[in-house]
């Protein structure tokens, strides 16, 4: 199977992709720079700030 990915993969971006954006279905473009972005998540504090703040 390994062989026929790459081509796969090209024939389905090729053909495929392009169909679902005339119909709306597939973005042109992402929202946010970062998926998280995208989704309208929070960034997560990070654990080493929490523990800089404990130590100090």
């Given at each position: 199977m390994p062989p026929l990915l790459p081509y796969g993969l090209e024939a389905f971006v090729d053909h495929v992709v392009p169909l679902l954006r005339e119909r709306g279905l597939f973005r042109h473009e992402h929202t946010g720079?970062?998926?998280?972005?995208?989704?309208?998540?929070?960034?997560?504090?990070?654990?080493?700030?929490?523990?800089?703040?404990?130590?100090e």
């Open positions: 720079r970062t998926l998280r972005e995208h989704y309208g998540l929070p960034r997560p504090t990070s654990t080493y700030a929490a523990r800089a703040l404990v130590t």
